[in-house]
């Protein structure tokens, strides 16, 4: 038997799922904006109930202007009708500016709860690419149509202030129904049968429903499409980008990309005339908004005819009349608030299921709970036993049955070639990945026993594509505001850096890119890696791993890097992934890695003896280019 939900389209939602994924919103809100529901809160129902009070007073003075126009009680309606509209007008004023104030500082934040998400996520979820993916969409949606996090508060104002001006509406309504027409009125005490005012108050209920369920059959269509807007979206972000970014101008006037970017931004453009919105804003939007429309105008119209005869007929003074059309009016209007505003959380609950997709992503790698060791000695050891691992979502292994031990001290070259499994024996050292068979041990237990980021604390690394940020020079090197000035100055003498931090114009204070500052200094790629190298010097720890560490370095710098290894090494185990072999002669050992296992291990010397070996024929392919 098929459950109700089992019939629901994927654009679409239960009044339940509505209920609890906006609820949850809310609670993320809250904690990285404590307030702002509440100042929306206060604002939205001032402002709903400020026009019931003035409708009000307005009615009786009109009345007894109308009627004995006594002018003890003229002059307290007045002085109370100017009285609250000043003190409302003041409160709504400051309410509204308590409100844009925590809105600002929600829209300030927002972008938090997701960089704070993508800072948890073990590195097998970044790394994937699922992560970065399920965000796109969270801002592509926000951007094509301001949907997920982004409507929640603007909803939260739209159902206070539709309750709040419901209540109020109904609080001047009740006597209108209540107020008989006198006996006098003749054939107009038919306004006085229950029969007639419950069919009145029964086409006014389905006029005020109408109304805005067709408001929300119209608006669903924008759930509808939403996949293709997305898309649209994602498209216009990558291709007007194209024009604009400076790394691709050379590829692009030299291979002309623009023609392919304009092809897809105006084949792939779904807002274009002929693209399915404008088709459903022709046809089923543009009809159920017109119906919807003249809904309201045959409600408003009945209004006006019901309230105008109970006063023709001598149930209320003319004053009244404008209480009256006001209060029902608002009424249908707030309750139509009310259910369009349900109609826009049902389509919302749509996005904000990607929004949990990405914020309930678990974090499955175990943390760990020992410190590690922080020996003055630095004697630690590190060993692979039967390692094996593959990359989630690949049939193949990338690693398989690695064995291999190295202490504190040594030097160690990784060398293979592309797709041997070198960038993944460091991700898993690192612990950025944890192996599916085997264990690694630091000092005979489990690194995953360790405390994480403890245990991550003992490894500096230059990624090879690392990056460095538009801030000064010193805080680039330190990674912090904070920092040892001398300290971030010899580790960038030490990686070769050192004439060119004597010519920046503000030395460790020099802005790096012009992001920020236009006289910010622009650094080659070799001047860029020295820094990053400054940067895993700096940071002092007992390992040290390069990969690829001289790769945008002339052979002059990479001369210069090379023959003072070992005092800028000093004693930190350092490991090398490299393809070029001359960095191999500096080691302790080598291990050469092939299709996912280690094939040969060694120094330089005991190697190259092995005529038959990978490593022998990666040196001779390389030298042949350096002698004659």
């Known amino acids: 038997m098929k459950k109700k939900s089992d019939n629901i389209r994927e654009d679409q939602a239960t009044l339940r799922e509505t209920l609890q994924s906006h609820y949850r919103a809310c609670q993320e809100m809250r904690r990285y904006c404590p307030g702002v529901f509440l100042s929306t809160a206060l604002h939205s129902a001032i402002s709903a109930l400020a026009p019931c009070v003035n409708v009000y007073l307005a009615a009786r003075i009109i009345n007894e202007l109308a009627g004995q126009k006594r002018r003890e009680v003229l002059g307290a309606l007045v002085l109370a009708a100017l009285g609250s509209a000043v003190a409302l007008t003041v409160l709504t004023g400051l309410l509204l500016r308590l409100k844009e104030y925590m809105y ?77 027409v006198p006996e006098s009125a003749g054939r107009f005490t038919v306004l006085n049968h229950p029969a007639f005012l419950l069919g009145l108050i029964v086409i006014l209920s389905l006029a005020t429903g109408l109304g805005p369920v067709c408001h929300n059959k119209a608006e669903g269509y924008w759930t509808r499409f939403a996949e293709q807007a997305k898309l649209g979206n994602r498209i216009y972000g990558a291709f007007l980008g194209l024009f604009i970014d400076r790394s691709r101008a050379m590829d692009q006037r030299m291979y002309n990309q623009q023609i392919i970017a304009r092809h897809y931004l105006e084949s792939e453009n779904g807002y274009k005339s002929t693209g399915p919105m404008a088709a459903w804003g022709r046809g089923p939007i543009g009809a159920w908004e017109m119906l919807g429309a003249s809904i309201s105008a045959v409600m408003t119209g009945a209004v006006y005819v019901f309230v105008c005869l109970k006063a023709w007929a001598g149930a209320f003074g003319v004053g009244s009349v404008t209480q009256y059309v006001g209060a029902v009016t608002a009424l249908a209007q707030n309750i139509s608030l009310l259910i369009q505003t349900m109609g826009t959380m049902k389509a919302n609950t749509v996005f904000l299921r990607t929004t949990y997709a990405f914020l309930d992503i678990p974090g499955a790698m175990y943390q760990g709970s020992l410190s590690t060791e922080k020996r003055a000695d630095r004697e630690y050891e590190v060993e692979f036993k039967d390692v094996s691992f593959r990359y989630p979502g690949s049939e193949s292994w990338a690693l398989r049955h690695v064995n291999m031990k190295f202490k504190v001290g040594r030097k160690m070259a990784v060398v293979g070639e592309n797709g041997s499994g070198k960038t993944t024996f460091i991700k898993l050292l690192c612990r950025l990945y944890d192996p599916q068979e085997g264990e690694i041990l630091l000092n005979g237990i489990d690194i995953r ?120 090494v000093g004693d930190k185990t350092a490991i090398y992934i490299s393809h070029r072999l001359s960095s191999c002669k500096f080691c302790d050992e080598i291990s050469v890695f092939h299709q996912g296992q280690v094939i040969q291990q060694g120094s330089h010397e005991e190697l190259l003896t092995d005529e038959e070996g990978k490593y022998y024929a990666f040196w001779n392919a390389q030298a042949r280019y350096y002698t004659g």
């Open 449 to 568: 026993k360790y405390d994480y980021r403890d245990y991550m604390d003992i490894f500096a690394v230059v990624f090879q594509d690392f990056q460095l940020i538009a801030q000064p020079l010193g805080e680039n090197v330190a990674g912090s505001r904070e920092y040892d000035r001398d300290r971030a100055e010899k580790a960038l003498i030490d990686a070769g850096f050192g004439e060119r931090l004597a010519a920046m114009p503000h030395g460790l204070d020099t802005m790096l890119y012009k992001d920020f500052l236009e006289d910010g200094v622009e650094v080659s790629g070799g001047e860029a890696q020295k820094i990053a190298i400054a940067r895993a010097l700096y940071r002092n720890a007992p390992f040290i791993i390069l990969d690829e560490p001289t790769a945008a370095l002339d052979p002059v710098a990479e001369a210069e890097i090379y023959s003072k290894f070992n005092d800028i």
């Open 104 to 180: 600002s500082k929600w829209d300030a934040r927002k972008e938090h709860i997701f960089a704070d998400k993508m800072l948890s996520l073990d590195f097998v979820d970044v790394d994937t690419g699922r992560s970065h993916d399920l965000l796109s969409q969270i801002r592509q949606n926000r951007n094509w149509g301001n949907w997920g996090l982004q409507v929640l508060i603007s909803c939260f104002a739209d159902l206070i202030r539709g309750l709040a001006g419901a209540l109020g509406a109904m609080a001047l309504t009740i006597s209108l129904f209540t107020m008989p």
